[in-house]
C-alpha cells in the first residue's frame, strides 16, 4: 500500500527539498492478539485520516507501522499456543494486515520488529549511548519464579496495585491498567506468577539503565518548545508534564528474556533490550525496511517533520522515554513534532480489553457485514479526542441512519438520480451548463457557506483535529439538503429551468467536493462517488494550494464541466434495522470466553432437541434401530479408543480457486487455515460447486491427513462434504459465517489434542468417518455430537441425513 505517485514510479520516496514533508507513525501494535476496535481508532485509523489528508494537500508523506513483536507477551502467547515466538509473531502479524487491508489503512510500509535492521539499528543506538556515559549498570531485585526456574519479566508478574485508593487485584508488574501507573513489579502487593499462580521469590540481578536525570535539561527544552510549535493535544501535554512533576528516575532498559534484541554487551549477552526501549525504535528500523536511504527521513529535522498517534496509555514513552534516548545518541534525529493521543473507546457498559477479549475485534468487524467506510465514519465520529467515549450498537445505528444514509446518502442520490432521468424529467446522465450561478441568491449565499467550510476543513485538519474536520464536511452535505429544498428544483424543472440548471449543476460539484474531502475518512466512499460522477479516482479534486483547486471549490458550480455524462446513481448506504442491532448486541456481548462457552452451551441444547425428536418417528412412535445389537457393540469394541479429538479440523477461508490444469473434475485451492502461509487443497468438486461459489467462503478442513499428490498438485489438507446416498448431490460443510479463521472445530465431550499427522496406516480417519453425518435439520455431527466452533454449529444448505466425508 502508499500513494499513486510511488506505485507509478516505483521508487521509495524521500524528503523534498522545498515541499513539506511529513513523517506519520502510529503506535505498533503488539503482535500476541487480534487488534479491537479501540486500537484502531485509537492509532492506525487516526493516522491513516492524517497521512490522507497530507497527501490530498500535496504534502511529501511517509506513513510508517508495524507490530512490535518482542518480549514477555510474545513468550507468553507462544506457551499459551503450544509454539515458538516466531511462529506467534508471523501468525498474529498476518492477521494484523489484513485488518488493516480491510480497513482500507493507506500505510506506506506496515513492517514488524523482528527484523535484521531493528536489531542492526537499536544496537547502534545503544552503542551510542554508552559511548556518550547515558547507561549506568546497577543491581536490581526482581521476581524469580522457582517453579518455571525463571526471572519473571514485568508481565508475567499479577498482583494488587499499590497506589492508593487503587488495590486492583490485577495489576501487570509493568503498568496497572486501572489506574495507569506505570510499576516495577516488585511494588506489586501479593504478587504471583501468571504462568504457575505460585508465589515468586525476590532475587538480584543485573542490568543496564538509561539515566533520565542526567537527560533532564536537553529533554525539557525540547519539550517545552515543541509542545507549543507541535501544538501537542491537551491530554498529551499533561501525561507528560506529571511524568517530569513527579521527576525522572533511572529506567531499566534490559531484561531476563530470550526473545528481544539482544545486548550488544559482553556482561549482559544473554539478556534482551526492554520492549519499551526497542518497540519506539522500530519506527526507524521499519523505515530502513522501506528505504535504505532512513536516515534522510529521521536524521533531518530541517526537513522533516514527525507526526505520532496513539493512545493515552502510550504517552510517556514517546515523549519522555523515546526522545530522550535519541537526544543521548548526540545525533540530530528527527524528533517528534506533533503527537495526537486519543483517550479510552469504551465498549457497551464495560472497557475494551485484548487480555479479556471484550468487545469488537478487527476479525468481527468483516462478519458483520457493515461497510467499512461506516465503520470508519462511526470510529472517527466518537473519537475520544479529550475524553473517554463509548461504542454503542444503538448509536452506531443512530450514525449511520440518520447522518449517512439520510444526510449524505440522500443528497448525493437525489441529485445524481435527478440529473441522471431522462430528457422531459430530468437531464439524460448530462450535467448541465449553469450561466449567471454567481448572481443566482440561492447559489451565491451557499458558496459563501461553502468557502467558510472550507477554510475551518484546513484549519481543523492541519491541527489534526479530524473529529471536527469530520464534522464540517458533514456540514457541507447537511447545507446540500437545505440547498436542495429550498431552491424546490423539481418545481423550477418545469418553470424555471435555466434556475434548476444551475442547482443541478452546483450540487453536482458538491457532491465531487464531498467526495474529496470526506476521502481521508471514508476512501472506499469516495471512489463509489467518483465511480457514479463517472470520473477516474485520479481525477479526484486537490487541496494543494498552489494549483488553484481549493479555489475553485469555492465555485462549485465550476468543478465539474457541463455536458460530463455521469455514471449510474446507487444508493451509497443501507440502513441497519433494530433486528439487527439486537442480534450484534446479543452476539458480542460478554468476553469472547463467554461467547464460546455460550456456542457450546448452544451446541448442547441442540444435541439434546434431536436426542428428543429421534424418540419418535413424528407419529408418536418410538423409531427402531436399523443395525442389531451385535453390530452395534462391535462397532462400538473396536472404536472405543479412537477418539474424535484426534482430528484437526478447523474453519478455513478459500482465497484463491481454480481447475486442476491436468484435471477436469478437480479444483486447486489457497486455503488459510490461520497460519502463516495459505494451504493447496486438491478436491474433486467441479461437477458439484461452481467456481465463483468457491472463493472467500468459509469451510471446514480436515489439516493433519498426510500430504498427497493429485496429479502432479501436492494436496496438503482436506475439505469436507457430505453427499446424498447415491453420491450424485454434494455440499461443502460450513461454519457459522463470523467463525473465525483458523479456529478448531470442537465436539463437545471429546477433548484432547489433534494428532500431528494422522497414521494412514492406523486408518484412524477411516474409522472416525463412517460415524461422520448430517442430520434432517441439516446440522453436521459426529454420532450424536453436533461439529461447533465459537459462533455455532456447521451445517450444509440441503443434503439431510448424508454422509460426510
Not at 496513539?310 to 513534532?337: A, Q
Not at 441568491?441 to 479530524?466: F, P, S
Request: hydrophobic fraction near 35%; include cysteine; aromatic fraction near 10%.
Amino acid at each position: 500500500m502508499g500513494d499513486e505517485n510511488e506505485k507509478e514510479g516505483g521508487r521509495k520516496k524521500v524528503p523534498v527539498e522545498g515541499k513539506r514533508n511529513i513523517l506519520i507513525t502510529s503506535a505498533l501494535p503488539y503482535v500476541n492478539n487480534v487488534p479491537h476496535l479501540g486500537n484502531i481508532i485509537g492509532c492506525v485509523l487516526s493516522a491513516d485520516v492524517f497521512a490522507r489528508y497530507c497527501r490530498l494537500r500535496g504534502y511529501n508523506v511517509l506513513y510508517i507501522c508495524g507490530t512490535d513483536e518482542y518480549g514477555t507477551a510474545t513468550e507468553t502467547k507462544a506457551m499459551e499456543e503450544n509454539c515458538s515466538p516466531q511462529q506467534i509473531c508471523d501468525k498474529y502479524h498476518k492477521i494484523h494486515k489484513e485488518v488493516y487491508d480491510w480497513f482500507d489503512i493507506s500505510f506506506d510500509e506496515f513492517g514488524r520488529t523482528s527484523t535484521p535492521q531493528h536489531t542492526e539499528v537499536c544496537q547502534e543506538i545503544f552503542k551510542k549511548l554508552m559511548e556518550n556515559n547515558w547507561l549506568s549498570e546497577n543491581r536490581m531485585q526482581q521476581l524469580y519464579c522457582e517453579t518455571c526456574q525463571r526471572f519473571l519479566a514485568d508481565r508475567l508478574v499479577e498482583g494488587t496495585c499499590p497506589t492508593l485508593d487503587c488495590n486492583y487485584d490485577s495489576a501487570r508488574g509493568d503498568q496497572c491498567e486501572k489506574c495507569g501507573k506505570l510499576l516495577n513489579p516488585t511494588e506489586l502487593k501479593d504478587p504471583r506468577c501468571k504462568v504457575c499462580q505460585s508465589t515468586p521469590q525476590i532475587r538480584d540481578t543485573d542490568h543496564l539503565f538509561l539515566e533520565l536525570p542526567l537527560l533532564k535539561d536537553k529533554l525539557e527544552e525540547y519539550i517545552n518548545n515543541m509542545s507549543i510549535a507541535g501544538c501537542w493535544s491537551q491530554n498529551a501535554i499533561q501525561a507528560t508534564y506529571a511524568w517530569l512533576k513527579e521527576g525522572l528516575r533511572s529506567r531499566c532498559i534490559t531484561r531476563d528474556l530470550k526473545w528481544g534484541v539482544p545486548v550488544p554487551h559482553e556482561k549482559y549477552k544473554d539478556k534482551v533490550f526492554y520492549v519499551w526501549f526497542d518497540a519506539p525504535i522500530g519506527y526507524v528500523s521499519i523505515t530502513a525496511c522501506y528505504t535504505p536511504e532512513w536516515e534522510k527521513w529521521w536524521k533531518n529535522p530541517e526537513n522533516v517533520d514527525l507526526y505520532q498517534f496513539m493512545g493515552k496509555d502510550n504517552v510517556p514513552f514517546h515523549t519522555v522515554m523515546f526522545p530522550s534516548t535519541l537526544i543521548g545518541t548526540g545525533e540530530n534525529w528527527t524528533l517528534m513534532k506533533s503527537i495526537s493521543v486519543t483517550e479510552y473507546l469504551n465498549y457497551e457498559a464495560g472497557k475494551f480489553s485484548k487480555s479479556k477479549g471484550v468487545g469488537v475485534f478487527g476479525n468481527d468487524v468483516k462478519d458483520t457485514k457493515i461497510p467499512a467506510e461506516v465503520w470508519r465514519y462511526y470510529l472517527l465520529t466518537n473519537r475520544p479526542e479529550v475524553s473517554d467515549s463509548l461504542f454503542t450498537w444503538v448509536d452506531l445505528q443512530a450514525k449511520l441512519n440518520t447522518e449517512l444514509l439520510n444526510n449524505l446518502g440522500n443528497f448525493i442520490n437525489r441529485v445524481l438520480s435527478f440529473i441522471a432521468k431522462a430528457p422531459g424529467l430530468g437531464y439524460g446522465s448530462s450535467i448541465p451548463d449553469a450561466p449567471g450561478a454567481e448572481s443566482h441568491y440561492l447559489t451565491k449565499a451557499l458558496a459563501e457557506k461553502v468557502g467558510a467550510y472550507l477554510e475551518q476543513y484546513i484549519e481543523a485538519m492541519e491541527k489534526v483535529k479530524l473529529k471536527q474536520g469530520l464534522k464540517i464536511g458533514m456540514s457541507i452535505s447537511s447545507e446540500g439538503n437545505g440547498y436542495l429544498q429550498e431552491s424546490q428544483f423539481w418545481k423550477l424543472y418545469k418553470e424555471d429551468r435555466a434556475s434548476c440548471s444551475i442547482v443541478m449543476r452546483t450540487s453536482v460539484g458538491l457532491v465531487y467536493l464531498l467526495s474529496c474531502l470526506l476521502e481521508p475518512f471514508m476512501p472506499s466512499f469516495s471512489l463509489e462517488v467518483l465511480k457514479q460522477l463517472n470520473l477516474p479516482p485520479e481525477t479526484r479534486l486537490s487541496l494543494c494550494d498552489e494549483n488553484g483547486d481549493l479555489e475553485r471549490a469555492r465555485k462549485p458550480w465550476e468543478l465539474l464541466p457541463a455536458g460530463h455524462k455521469i455514471g449510474t446513481p446507487e444508493p451509497l448506504f443501507n440502513e441497519l434495522r433494530d433486528e439487527d442491532v439486537e442480534f450484534f448486541r446479543e452476539k458480542f456481548a460478554g468476553s469472547q470466553a463467554d461467547r464460546v462457552v455460550k456456542a457450546e452451551a448452544e451446541a448442547k441444547k441442540i444435541v439434546e432437541q434431536l436426542k428428543e425428536a429421534k424418540i419418535s418417528d413424528g407419529n408418536g412412535k418410538k423409531q427402531k434401530s436399523t443395525k442389531s445389537g451385535s453390530e452395534v457393540q462391535i462397532k462400538k469394541s473396536c472404536k472405543s479408543e479412537v477418539s474424535i479429538s484426534r482430528l484437526d479440523i478447523r474453519v478455513g477461508l478459500i482465497k484463491e480457486a481454480q481447475k486442476h490444469p491436468d484435471a477436469d473434475s478437480l479444483y486447486v485451492k489457497e486455503i488459510d487455515v490461520g497460519e502463516v502461509a495459505t494451504r493447496t487443497v486438491v478436491s474433486g468438486l467441479v461437477k458439484h460447486v461452481p467456481l465463483e461459489e468457491m472463493l472467500n467462503r468459509k469451510v471446514c478442513v480436515l489439516c493433519n491427513l498426510k500430504p498427497a499428490t493429485m496429479r502432479g498438485v501436492n494436496s496438503q489438507a482436506m475439505v469436507l462434504t457430505a453427499s446424498d446416498k447415491n453420491g450424485t448431490k454434494v455440499e461443502l460443510v460450513e461454519p457459522p459465517h463470523s467463525a473465525s479463521v483458523g479456529e478448531r472445530v470442537t465436539f463437545p465431550g471429546f477433548e484432547g489434542k489433534p494428532d500431528r499427522v494422522l497414521n494412514p496406516k492406523k486408518k484412524i480417519w477411516e474409522t472416525l468417518q463412517s460415524d461422520l453425518h448430517t442430520d434432517a435439520q441439516l446440522f453436521a455431527f459426529y454420532k450424536d455430537v453436533p461439529f461447533t466452533t465459537s459462533a455455532g454449529v456447521c451445517k450444509v444448505k440441503s443434503v439431510s441425513n448424508g454422509v460426510i466425508s
